[in-house]
């Protein structure tokens, strides 16, 4: 039923990263935080630029988990560099914070301004599909980006969340602290959606090329049109 599940994705026994896509399916509580009111009102206001709300479906969700000591890092990227089998981009993630979030066990970091930062209107490419090298990113961008450089800390607690743009720089460094670092993630687009692959979306999930994303899979979890 799992989309994904990594035991250690970094494959670095001293830097491991617990990484599971597709929970949502195999237990009530995941499934239900994926329609949470708190998650999907606010959701619907920031996802569409152009729009005071917006019908939005479900796309995925992930965890990610960091032991104590050993924890991994997660690199930094863009969400929809990932993400480019679908389109337009009307995306957004929500990262919920399953213990207090330190600089020490490995919170979660972003890179202001950065969700302006594109090549020819496509998102940074993708420099490790690992999330390993911490880095790699910087390999890539202008001198201008790299000036603008600056992560700022999102110090979450425990059951807290923070809603980012699809293209917002974000990555989160090694746990060496003496406690485990552990968020569940909630990824979204707006109603309308197509898919632009033949190829496999998620795990046993194809939607023709052209065609709009919904179904079981992709289901729409809150529509504006509900609270008149």
């Known amino acids: 039923m799992l989309y994904e599940f990594h035991n250690n994705q970094s494959g670095d026994p001293d830097n491991v990263l617990v990484h599971v896509l597709g929970h949502w399916r195999?237990?009530?509580l995941f499934h239900d935080l994926v329609f949470l009111p708190q998650v999907v009102v606010p959701s619907s206001q920031l996802i569409d630029e152009n729009r005071r709300e917006a019908p939005v479906r479900f796309w995925h969700d992930q965890l990610f988990a960091k032991p104590a000591k050993c924890g991994g890092n997660v690199a930094w990227h863009q969400d929809y560099s990932y993400w480019t089998r679908t389109k337009p981009m009307m995306h957004l993630t929500v990262h919920i914070a399953l213990d207090d979030q330190t600089v020490e066990n490995g919170a979660l970091h972003y890179i202001p301004g950065s969700h302006r930062w594109t090549r020819n209107g496509n998102p940074l490419p993708v420099t490790d599909f690992n999330f390993k090298d911490m880095e790699s990113i910087k390999t890539i961008l202008t001198e201008e980006e790299r000036a603008a450089f600056k992560p700022v800390c999102g110090n979450l607690k425990k059951g807290e969340a923070s809603f980012h743009h699809p293209l917002a720089v974000h990555?989160?460094?090694?746990?060496?602290s003496s406690t485990k670092r552990r968020a569940a993630v909630l990824n979204y687009f707006a109603d309308g959606?197509?898919?632009?692959?033949?190829?496999?979306?998620?795990k046993g999930s194809t939607v023709p090329k052209g065609q709009k994303m919904e179904g079981q899979f992709y289901p729409l979890v809150y529509d504006p049109v509900w609270a008149t």
Do not use: F
Not at 171 to 176: D, K, M
Not at 193 to 201: G, I, Q
């Open 171 to 176: 990555g989160s460094y090694g746990n060496r």
């Open 26 to 28: 195999l237990t009530k």
């Open 193 to 202: 959606v197509y898919s632009d692959t033949d190829e496999e979306l998620l």
